[in-house]
């Protein structure tokens, strides 16, 4: 797909009025091509099996089948945006590989910030897109580890530690020591819910366990957040999680 052509998109959502805020959204970005909008998921499935869709903007309580359990059964997953009311499914909802979770009442300014990421990711890129099993659709990269390249799942990453000139990227079951700086690896995970915490730190959204205003606790370390980093974490993490019951 090139930069200038549009990504189909398809609204799925059973409440009228939500239904009518996506849809004036929508047409308001020049790169999304609106093309229907879905009151359940059996009948949107029915649209994507007739039809290619590039987006769907998908609430999670839906009659007949869930968002998230309707995102489960799908072979081929569109990009996918989950709008709703409860923030209490975030962890669950990026499991899914989800580009981003809107809390609604939805502000057009925090929809164009999560479709401006379908718009970056859309942009093919020769050094950075990684590739994937056809077996299992998992992306992974090749990185130089001791003069051999070594295939590394990206859902099996923990965090990536800074060394200067190299990374020491930190798996499920494994350390590997690569020559990529810690920038590069940013940069190369951007699209991958992976942030930045610390001038030495990157690490998978996915893994956290736990934060604070001050740490990053994984299953086996706790990272300190950086102090130039603690707004764009606390901004980042705000987005996943909103406990609504402290000021």
Do not use: W
């Not at 379908?118 to 992974?140: D, E, F, G, M």
């Not at 190369?188 to 956290?208: A, D, G, T």
Request: proline share 3%; hydrophobic share 40%; charged share 30%.
């Amino acid at each position: 797909m090139t930069s200038n052509q549009k990504l189909s998109c398809l609204i799925i959502e059973d409440e009228p009025l939500a239904a009518e805020v996506l849809e004036d959204y929508v047409q308001q970005v020049s790169f999304l091509d609106l093309k229907g909008i879905c009151k359940d998921a059996i009948f949107a499935m029915e649209r994507m099996n007739n039809e290619e869709i590039d987006v769907i903007f998908l609430d999670i309580h839906l009659p007949k089948l869930k968002g998230l359990e309707f995102l489960k059964v799908l072979e081929q997953k569109p990009q996918t945006i989950l709008t709703t009311a409860y923030h209490e499914y975030a962890l669950d909802a990026f499991e899914e590989d989800v580009i981003d979770y809107l809390l609604k009442p939805i502000e057009f300014p925090r929809f164009l910030k999560a479709v401006n990421k379908l718009k970056r990711k859309r942009i093919p890129s020769t050094n950075k897109t990684p590739a994937v099993s056809a077996a299992n659709q998992r992306p992974y990269h090749f990185f130089n580890v001791n003069r051999k390249m070594v295939k590394v799942f990206v859902d099996d990453i923990h965090y990536v530690e800074s060394l200067k000139d190299y990374s020491k990227i930190y798996t499920s079951d494994d350390e590997l020591v690569t020559r990529v700086q810690i920038g590069d690896i940013e940069s190369l995970f951007q699209e991958h819910n992976f942030l930045r915490i610390h001038r030495s730190y990157v690490v998978s959204i996915r893994k956290i366990k736990a934060y604070s205003a001050t740490e990053i606790e994984l299953a086996n370390r706790t990272l300190t957040i950086g102090r130039s980093y603690k707004e764009l974490v606390a901004q980042t993490l705000s987005q996943y999680y909103i406990d609504k019951s402290e000021d």
